[in-house]
């Protein structure tokens, strides 16, 4: 008989792999509906200290709540690079105004 080994994809290798095919909806207050492979569930991040949930079949740490936390961490990333570039343009606003007032004086 031929050895094989079955390697149990982690938690989280799945919800990386089918992140971008599944829809996940934020519902505030760290709430999110999470598409599954037929029905979409709830899950809660338990911001506030509170404690994760889905409410999906499985009663272990699922994809599902992997789905969410990928989907908020990328939120995040993307809203604090716009954040950065606003900052960026602002500041370079700022130091080409002493230049502009001094081309403005004829200098
Ligand atoms: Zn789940």
Known sequence: MASTSVQR?????KALRLYPDRTVEPAGYG???????????????????????????????CYHIAMATIYRARTRMEARRV??????ERAARGNLEPLNALERMGA
Request: glycine share 10%; proline share 5%; net charge negative.
């Open 9 to 13: 994809e982690t938690v989280a290798r």
């Open 31 to 61: 709430v999110y509906r999470v598409e599954g492979r037929e029905v979409a569930y709830t899950v809660d991040l338990g911001i506030d200290g509170g404690v994760e949930s889905c409410d999906c079949p499985a009663h272990k740490p």
């Open 83 to 88: 954040q950065t570039a606003r900052t960026a």
